[in-house]
């Protein structure tokens, strides 16, 4: 039997009709009344896991993978507060684009184009910037560390043809091979569950072991610590911090044992006696080997409080990686639009009043399961009120513990890898990181060092070793690949949903279509969706250019995005139920951060900024 979308009748005289604000091109609500929130108890914790869970292990992708590594991999942890500061952020944005959803039982998305003028004009700006997302940087990385298993050597795409055309149709079967648990299942959002269950526990334990037993204390210090220097900044300056030509304790930045100098600057005095940074027609930045290590020296970081206090100056930035930085803080998270099927999860986890609501169902397998094509709010009086302040608290808490506490752990794990395993200084901003990580690791695993566990009788031996370094090497690469594939289906099935969602409520002849049809609308986005992806993918030269282009866009989306939000939960939703003061500056200053981020990254992408 298929579900119909039933006729409506028009309620008594006293009883509570939904408010219709915003344009009125969309649909009045539906009424209904807001069910309780569970009650927590740590018998019940796992039960109470929700869009935290998904999302969080989402979370553990390109950022972390890609973007983290390679930005600690030159400066160790002293950067990853941008990843802190974005990820705090982030929580913010999620729990208002959820407090929406436990309102109206519809994702964020549909009450963006609630608002005024009407929802063709947000369909022109929102396909806009979501874009980035429309990019497979995802699985065009995690190809190369499984070519890497499979040629037992890094491919070389540049210069081998053989190379270039595995890549390509590696890239191919796995993009292909990800529609698998979009399309069997049931209800996808149980499909995305059970994948990224797996895949947090995998990973995290992995990294874990690897960190506990062959990654030394300084390490971990090093990454936690940087977690929270905000202010530090990237800059071209030598270790010699007090000018008396010693390495003395704190000068030693990269680690090496010798003192360095800022090999930038190696160009002669001009006539004024000032020394300039030579560049070359391209405007980048040439350097002299002063010391025949063939490692470029000066990389190093500044605070901007600590130097404003003290010095009364400002640090003169060093560019050279910010659309790698930028990128960290655009998916150190999710990023982008990405994060906005929390808000669809938090529907068809059934929360709020997305009990009332339904989900979308899978096309094979999803039998029963059916999504109405109009949100449910309810009255607000003295007896749902304190329902409604249950489940803003209950939100709050998957967001804060599991959400926010994957990230950081997933931001944190990948990046103390690099900094154990690879050289200080080390330029690993392209698509090869995952590919060096591994070979670092290779070569910790076979002959461990003084200071990690593995060191010492009796672990000596018994896990270390030629064996154990080649095998390791192998599940470091496996590793990359899994964080990196699953995170591309999250995507994928993230921008289908944000369009599927949309436009079943606002185009009238989708409204028309019964409510287990909803299937087939998301199964011909997705198709759509695979068909840009494999293209861009066969017309790309370089996996790293495709993930900088469409992280850079990221920023830009969830700068908007935070604003936007703002809007919709102070516009459409009752006085009682809106955000506070603290979460509307959060998402203000939020999308200030994110904007500034994307300026800088295009600057550095079109070339302006060197």
């Known amino acids: 039997m298929t ?6 009748t028009p309620p008594p005289k006293d009883a509570f009709v939904a408010p219709h604000p915003g344009s009125q091109a969309m649909p009045r609500w539906d009424t209904g009344e807001l069910i309780d929130a569970p009650v927590f108890t740590w018998k019940n914790a796992l039960a109470m896991i929700g869009p935290g869970l998904v999302m969080g ?14 930005v600690t991999a030159k ?6 507060w941008v990843a802190t500061v974005s990820i705090v952020f982030q929580v913010i944005y999620n729990i208002e684009i959820s407090r929406y959803t436990l309102y109206t039982g519809e994702p964020i998305f549909t009450g963006k184009f609630r608002i005024p003028p009407h929802p063709l004009f947000w369909l022109i700006v929102y396909l806009a910037f979501d874009w980035g997302s429309i990019f497979p940087y995802l699985v065009t990385n995690a190809a190369v560390p499984l070519e890497a298993i499979f040629l037992q050597r890094l491919p070389k795409h540049e210069e081998l043809i053989s190379d270039w055309w595995f890549h390509k149709w590696m890239c191919t079967g796995l993009y292909l091979l990800l529609l698998v648990p979009l399309i069997f299942g049931g209800k996808i959002y149980n499909s995305l569950k059970a994948v990224m269950s797996f895949k947090l526990v995998a990973v995290v334990s992995f990294l874990l072991f690897l960190g ?13 610590t940087g977690l929270f220097k905000v202010g530090n900044v990237p800059v071209l300056k030598g270790e010699d911090l007090n000018g008396n030509g010693l390495l003395d304790p704190g ?27 030579a560049r070359d027609g391209k405007g980048k930045l040439q350097w002299k080997d002063r010391d025949g290590d063939g490692t470029f020296d000066g990389n190093n970081v500044e605070n901007v409080f600590i130097e404003a206090i003290q010095r009364q100056r400002f640090p003169e930035v060093d560019l050279s990686l910010v659309a790698m930085i930028a990128a960290l803080a655009a998916i150190a998270g999710n990023g982008g639009l990405t994060n906005t099927p929390i808000s669809n999860f938090t529907r068809d986890q059934g929360w709020g009043m997305g009990h009332k609501v339904g989900a979308i169902p899978s096309v094979v397998g999803g039998h029963g399961i059916t999504l109405s094509h109009v949100g449910c709010v309810f009255e607000v009086t003295p007896q749902s009120l304190p329902r409604w302040k249950r489940w803003v608290r209950h939100i709050t808490r998957d967001q804060v513990i599991v959400w926010m506490g994957a990230c950081l752990i997933g931001v944190s794990l990948p990046s103390i890898l690099s900094v154990e395993f690879l050289k200080r200084g080390t330029d690993a901003s392209e698509w090869n990181l995952a590919a060096l990580t591994a070979n670092g690791v290779q070569q910790q695993v076979t002959d461990p060092p003084a200071g990690v566990l ?14 154990w370094g080649r095998f390791f090497w192998g599940a470091t690469l496996f590793c990359g690949f899994l964080v990196l594939i699953t995170s591309q289906t999250t995507t994928m099935d993230g921008f289908t949903r944000r369009w599927v969602d949309v436009t079943w409520t606002s185009v009238p002849a989708l409204r028309k279509l019964e409510t287990d049809k909803v299937k087939y609308v998301y199964f011909a986005f997705l198709l759509a969706l695979a068909a840009m992806g494999l293209v861009i993918i066969w017309i790309t030269d370089k996996p790293g250019n495709v993930f900088k282009v469409a992280t850079t866009g990221y920023n830009f989306a969830l700068a908007f995005s935070a604003w936007h939000t703002l809007v919709v939960n102070t516009m459409l939703m009752p006085k009682e139920l809106r955000p506070g003061f603290l ?7 939020g999308g200030c951060f994110f904007l500034s981020l994307g300026i800088m990254s295009a600057l550095k992408l079109a070339g302006v900024v060197q």
């Open 212 to 224: 506990i037993f062959f990654a030394s204390p300084a390490s971990w210090a090093d990454i936690f």
């Open 3 to 8: 579900a119909t979308v039933p006729a409506r």
């Open 251 to 277: 000068e030693d930045f990269d680690g090496d044992g010798r003192l360095d100098v800022d090999e930038s600057l190696w160009t002669e005095p001009d006539a004024s006696g000032k020394v300039a940074r």
């Open 75 to 80: 400066y160790g942890g002293a950067l990853l």
């Open 583 to 589: 979460q509307r500056v959060g998402l203000a200053f």
């Open 57 to 70: 292990a989402a979370a553990i992708g390109g950022g972390e993978w890609l973007a983290g590594p390679a």
């Open 454 to 467: 593995a060191h010492d009788p009796p672990l000596r031996g018994a896990i270390s070793g030629p064996v």
